[in-house]
């Protein structure tokens, strides 16, 4: 059975950097890409990026250099660092394999 | 980037009526390979999304038949036919043709 658990603090200070772990089982992370995709209070869907099954990554330009993703496959673990957090960075964060499968994401406030 | 309009962002639907979303893209969405990159999540309140739809019209395992798509290369349709209770929440459609892969604002489908 395929799942995937976002966790990760549920508050991060002004400026701060936030780190979230997926941790997946069911499923290889060298066989799946894994993507991270955002949604702030009662609005949308936002892609963020991926972590491709062969290892590599790519990240939505919004979030410029600001956004890492990386992961460790023996840990079947996949990992989103973002810095320099600001107010509009509150949102659920989720991480989702191939789109199909999804956890069930985690709350994260930024706050002053 | 490409940008997903929908229309309408609310529908009120009848149990056992049909309702339909329109999404519409800015680009073509008909890849090199031949594949349309459009996709329709469902996001049921409280819930992460769920895959309905993947390259324009294809059902996602274990989505109801109720649930069909079409289109051309930037105009898209989502049906459902026959509503039931379990079809509440909010529609995305999205694209994955290219960096960054963006969602339409999302459609919310009520219960008369």
């Known amino acids: 059975q395929v799942q995937l658990k976002e966790t990760g603090p549920d508050l991060v200070q002004l400026t701060q950097t936030l780190s979230i772990t997926c941790t997946v089982s069911g499923f290889s992370l060298t066989t799946y890409n894994v993507h991270w995709v955002r949604q702030p209070p009662g609005k949308g869907l936002e892609w963020m990026g991926a972590?491709?099954?062969?290892?590599?990554?790519d990240y939505n330009s919004a979030f410029k250099s600001r956004l890492s993703i990386s992961r460790d496959t023996s840990k079947s673990q996949v990992f989103l660092k973002m810095n320099s957090l600001q107010t509009e960075d509150t949102a659920k964060y989720f991480c989702?394999?191939?789109?199909?499968?999804w956890g069930q994401g985690v709350m994260v406030t930024v706050s002053s | 980037d490409i940008v997903l309009t929908q229309a309408p962002l609310s529908v009120s639907v009848t149990p056992g009526e049909s309702a339909s979303i329109s999404c519409r893209s800015s680009?073509?969405?008909?890849?090199?390979?031949?594949?349309?990159?459009l996709y329709w999540y469902l996001q049921r309140p409280g819930k992460s999304p769920q895959l309905l739809i993947y390259?324009?019209?294809n059902l996602a395992s274990g989505v109801p038949d109720r649930f069909s798509s079409s289109g051309s290369e930037t105009d898209f349709t989502l049906k459902i036919s026959k509503v039931e209770t379990e079809d509440v929440g909010v529609y995305y459609c999205g694209h994955r043709l290219e960096y960054p892969y963006t969602f339409g604002a999302g459609t919310k489908l009520e219960l008369k």
């Open positions: 680009k073509s969405l008909l890849s090199s390979k031949g594949i349309t990159s």
């Open positions: 989702a394999r191939h789109f199909i499968d």
């Open positions: 972590m491709w099954n062969g290892g590599g990554t």
């Open positions: 390259q324009m019209s």
